[in-house]
Nanobody, 124 residues
Framework: QVQLQESGPGLVKPSQTLSLTCTVS??????????WSWIRQPPGKGLECMGAIRGSGSTYYSPSLKSRTSISRDTSKNQFTLQLTSVTPEDPAVYYCARMAYYRGGSLGSLEYWGKGTLVPVSS
């Protein structure tokens, strides 16, 4: 079965870069018919799709975050990563990596698998 595991620091300070890695097992991130995505949920708010990278390598970003968001991958390790620069006290959230069957304006309707999530506080 497909499994995803987030990893990264437990705390990020304002103005620094948040970096997370998703390790995938049971499927190849180079398969061209899936979108490997990053999703977050701030406290008391709903899920927000931040962006995705397709198996072809094409990337997609939320318009509200694309100026400081970068999604990349390491195919040799079957991993994909998230970098969110210039973090603010409004960025703390639980961050998930996930697989989607399609990407349509950040819709979450095609979620297939996702990790357990990792809580990333931002120190003020």
């Amino acid at each position: 079965q497909v499994q995803l595991q987030e990893s990264g620091p437990g705390l990020v300070k304002p103005s620094q870069t948040l970096s997370l890695t998703c390790t995938v097992s049971g499927a190849s991130i180079t398969a061209n018919n899936y979108y490997w995505s990053w999703i977050r949920q701030p406290p008391g708010k709903g899920l927000e799709c931040m962006g995705a990278i397709r198996g072809s390598g094409s990337t997609y970003y939320s318009p509200s975050l694309k100026s400081r968001t970068s999604i990349s991958r390491d195919t040799s390790k079957n991993q994909f990563t998230l970098q969110l620069t210039s973090v603010t006290p409004e960025d703390p959230a639980v961050y998930y990596c996930a697989r989607m069957a399609y990407y349509r304006g950040g819709s979450l309707g095609s979620l297939e698998y996702w990790g357990k999530g990792t809580l990333v506080p931002v120190s003020s």
